[in-house]
């Protein structure tokens, strides 16, 4: 197992790095339309990074809200509709689940561990060190 992308304790939250963010968002743009696991998943980790930052946070919300009503997923979309509304006021409040994947069958509330797969992607698509 290498130890520089695999936590050997469980991470609540990923530091936002914009660059990370976007190629992130990149490759879910890229992503077949016939794939929508594949896209819950790279948004997923969208969430993860980036909702420690107000912006990017309800960016990836709208994203969801996209591909639930593309894929006809109403519990996910007002899921998410409910998110977006909630978005602004947890960063008020400073209140923020860290590591919440920030889909509908997880409560909004809720803090979580970041799933091994979702920290793997995001650090895939960090920048490798420079020499």
């Given amino acids: ?14 530091a936002f790095d914009p660059g990370t963010f976007e ?15 594949q896209a819950w998943h790279l948004l997923e980790a969208l969430h993860v990074l980036g909702q420690t930052r107000l912006v990017p946070h309800a960016r990836t919300h709208g994203l969801m809200l996209a591909l639930a009503w593309r894929t006809r997923n109403l519990a996910e979309v007002n ?28 409560g909004a509330f809720r803090p979580m561990q970041v799933a091994p797969e979702l920290l793997a992607t995001i650090r895939a698509h960090q920048r490798p060190p420079t020499l």
């Avoid at 197992?1 to 990923?14: A, C, F, S």
């Avoid at 968002?25 to 696991?37: L, S």
């Fill in 1 to 14: 197992m290498n130890t520089k992308t695999m936590p050997t304790e469980p991470t609540t939250t990923v």
């Fill in 23 to 37: 190629r992130l968002h990149r490759a879910y743009r890229r992503i077949d339309p016939g794939d929508p696991a």
């Fill in 79 to 106: 899921g998410q509709l409910l998110r977006l509304l909630l978005v602004p006021l947890g960063h008020l409040l400073g209140r923020l689940p860290l590591g919440n994947t920030g889909r509908s069958h997880v």
